[in-house]
Nanobody, 126 residues
Framework: QVQLVESGGGLVQTGGSLRLSCAAS????????VAWFRQAPGKEREAVSC????????VYADSVKGRFTASRDNAKNMAYLQVSSLKREDTAVYYC???????????????????WGQGTQVTVFS
């Protein structure tokens, strides 16, 4: 069982930035794909970014390309999501998720991921 704890959310003005963090309890994240999802009120959870464990590639949702940057530090069992140039429509609870299967490409789907954090709220105001 892997426990994930997100942090770094908050209230930020449009155009601002935040750095979201995800701490994992497992021995190492190496070999496991790590993704960020978000869920706005009344909407379905959607994928934001995913770092593939198979080749290290990173994919982003079109809505955040060029504004969000995902990264990971396997040695520290941490994943990060730098969110910049924030818009009101970025307001959501942000979740990190880990795929328990080793060395699998990102499918950008909820079903791929076995472990989820409790989420951190990002609220963007103008």
């Amino acid at each position: 069982q892997v426990q994930l704890v997100e942090s770094g959310g908050g209230l930020v003005q449009t155009g601002g930035s935040l750095r979201l963090s995800c701490a994992a309890s497992r021995d190492s994240l190496e070999g496991h794909s790590v993704a960020w999802f978000r869920q706005a009120p009344g909407k379905e959870r959607e994928a934001v970014s995913c770092i593939s464990s198979r080749d290290g590639s990173i994919v982003y949702a079109d809505s955040v390309k060029g504004r969000f940057t995902a990264s990971r530090d396997n040695a520290k069992n941490m994943a990060y999501l730098q969110v910049s140039s924030l818009k009101r429509e970025d307001t959501a609870v942000y979740y990190c998720a880990v795929d328990d299967v080793l060395f699998r490409h990102c499918k950008f789907s909820l079903e791929q991921f076995d472990y989820w954090g409790q989420g951190t709220q990002v609220t963007v105001f103008s």
